[in-house]
């Protein structure tokens, strides 16, 4: 039985995207609680590039989202 690459299927794309976006946006909101714990500098830092990360994240999910949504929309008409 020939096994080929799957065939490509975009149709739940924007509902992904957007879930990974619910999740980062509530791990962004949990590590700010964490900041208000006493830890040390160093830790606070890391966190605080993580962070930086994760809304950079955040803004490429979005825009995958914009492209994808235009994507759908050529293919339904």
């Known amino acids: 039985m020939p096994r080929g690459p799957k065939p ?9 995207l957007r879930e990974q976006v619910v999740n980062t946006i ?3 909101e949990a590590s700010h609680d964490t900041l208000r714990m006493d830890l040390p500098e160093e830790q606070k830092e890391v966190i605080r590039a993580k962070n930086r990360r994760r809304k950079q994240s955040i803004a490429g999910k979005r825009e995958e989202i914009r492209d994808e949504y235009a994507f759908q929309q050529k293919q339904d008409e």
Not at 8 to 16: A, G, I, L, M, S
């Open 8 to 16: 490509d299927d975009r149709r739940d794309n924007v509902d992904k």
């Open 26 to 28: 509530e791990n962004l």
